[in-house]
């Protein structure tokens, strides 16, 4: 009877207030219970420790039909029965259900409802500056359902508006899920910067480029504001970027010590013979890059690099760069 109770409690949750279809479903679960108990008991045959997966927008009889083939429930009419008459039935949940010990036909159908999957939710962790490629790699290999090319297909478009993050995802979600929460939780992030966005004067897309490029040029706070202050001046000033990171994004490299063949390139990210931000990011950066491209140091130079001794140099001139390429690069 707990199971009954939690039931019809999820199915009073599920229904409009004034549908009464949670009397429906405690009358009817009684009547049911009364006189037919036996036929919601769990198969004999019951699969212990078998998934199904409810595909989205399969119709209540398909699932009920699936469940009976599978062995899970005896009588998939008493099923298709108990969620008609609560008003449940559109409110299955599509996703892979684990059935790890035989349930009866009540339980099957709070499940259903409540969308219970018995399964651990699948962590993944993006770090920062993962661009959509990188990240589709990561999914495909946790979601045997997930290709590494139907998430890039379906997010090139969002790169730079997935943030990167721990996520715990249900065993069932799809790319649609996975995007949508990755997009949903850019603009948790976002929404408190956007008085700094406005007073920035560029818009949120330049920002986030911006940001893109800061990520994967400069690894601690204070080095990304004045690589952003650099950044900015060279804009202001028409100087192309010069970027090296760039080159990785449009390789497909996850290196991007470009060579001087790679330095021209064809292609609207080259930050060498294009003047301007890029036409969209090149990776999802992460907060601490976002405040940079906002917050930017305020810095007369002009020239930055990564010696060998991991430090960032600076330089007002272009003289003032090259010493400091000989000095920190050979």
């Known amino acids: 009877m707990e199971t009954l109770s939690r039931f019809v409690a999820t199915v009073r949750l599920a229904c409009t207030p004034s549908s009464k279809a949670w009397l429906a479903a405690f009358v009817l679960a009684v009547l049911l219970v009364v006189g037919y108990g036996a036929s919601f008991a769990p198969p004999r045959d019951f699969p212990s420790g078998s998934t199904l997966r409810v595909v989205r927008g399969a119709s209540v009889p398909e699932i009920a039909d699936d469940l009976s083939t599978s062995h899970i429930i005896a009588h998939p009419l008493l099923l298709r029965a108990v969620l008609r008459a609560t008003g449940a039935?559109?409110?299955?949940?599509?996703g892979v259900y684990l059935f790890a010990k035989p349930e009866n036909l009540f339980v099957v159908a709070y499940r259903l409802v409540a969308g219970a999957y018995g399964l651990p939710?699948?962590?993944?962790?993006?770090?920062?500056?993962?661009?959509?490629?990188?990240?589709?790699?990561?999914?495909?290999a946790a979601f045997a359902d997930v290709s590494a090319n139907e998430f890039v297909a379906k997010a090139g478009l969002q790169e730079g508006y997935l943030f990167p993050d721990t996520y715990f995802f249900q065993p069932s979600a799809d790319t649609d899920i996975i995007i949508?929460?990755?997009?949903?939780?850019?603009?948790?992030?976002?929404?408190p910067l956007s008085d700094n966005v406005r007073a920035s004067g560029h818009s949120l897309s330049d920002i986030v480029i911006m940001a893109s490029l800061i990520e994967k040029e400069a690894r601690s706070t204070e080095a990304r504001r004045m690589v952003a202050g650099i950044l900015w001046n060279r804009l202001n000033r028409g100087m192309p970027l010069q970027v090296d990171a760039v080159f990785g994004y449009i390789f497909n490299r996850d290196t991007y010590s470009p060579s001087y063949a790679d330095l021209k390139v064809d292609s609207p990210y080259n930050t060498y013979t294009h003047k301007g931000l890029?036409?969209?990011?090149?990776?999802?950066?992460?907060?601490?890059?976002?405040?940079?491209?906002?917050?930017?140091?305020?810095?007369?130079?002009?020239?930055?690099?990564?010696?060998?001794?991991?430090q960032m140099h600076y330089a007002k001139t272009y003289a003032e760069h090259q010493t400091n390429r000989q000095k920190y690069l050979r």
């Open 121 to 140: 939710p699948v962590r993944l962790t993006f770090i920062e500056g993962v661009t959509v490629r990188e990240a589709g790699a990561q999914i495909a």
């Open 278 to 310: 890029p036409p969209s990011p090149i990776c999802n950066p992460g907060l601490d890059a976002l405040q940079a491209a906002l917050n930017p140091a305020q810095t007369s130079y002009l020239y930055y690099l990564t010696g060998k001794d991991n």
């Open 180 to 191: 949508e929460t990755m997009h949903s939780n850019f603009e948790a992030k976002i929404a």
């Open 89 to 94: 039935s559109g409110s299955v949940q599509p």
